[in-house]
Nanobody, 126 residues
Framework: QVQLVESGGGLVQAGGSLRLSCAAS????????MGWYRQAPGKQRELVAA???????NYAEAVKGRFTISRDNAKNTVYLQMNSLKPEDTDVYSC????????????????????WGQGTQVTVSS
């Protein structure tokens, strides 16, 4: 069974920094794109940043120049470095990944299936 586990959220003052991590574990053959989303109560979930298996990145306009997404393929982990945080960045942040699981019968990958983490709260005080 594949799962994603996030860490690194918390409370920080405006102008501060946080680093989120999201580690995938389980029977993984390979991971395609990985991303971070955020959602406030009563609002739609929005893409914050995404990264392909080759390292190409995409950012929401609101975070460009402040947030950096990266990944460590050897650790099946994606990171989100958040600098110059603003109160409007306060949200629940979730990671997702398109994962090909390992099929032990064929010794190959099957999928991809989109998985989500449980979410981590980021709160920025003014």
């Amino acid at each position: 069974q594949v799962q994603l586990v996030e860490s690194g959220g918390g409370l920080v003052q405006a102008g501060g920094s946080l680093r989120l991590s999201c580690a995938a574990s389980g029977s993984i053959f390979s991971i395609n794109a990985m991303g971070w989303y955020r959602q406030a109560p009563g609002k739609q979930r929005e893409l914050v940043a995404a990264i392909t298996s080759g390292g190409s990145t995409n950012y929401a306009e609101a975070v460009k120049g402040r947030f950096t997404i990266s990944r460590d393929n050897a650790k099946n982990t994606v990171y989100l470095q958040m600098n110059s945080l603003k109160p409007e960045d306060t949200d629940v942040y979730s990671c997702d990944a398109d994962i090909n699981s390992f099929n032990s019968r064929s010794w190959s990958g099957e999928g991809p299936i989109n998985y989500w983490g449980q979410g981590t709260q980021v709160t920025v005080s003014s």
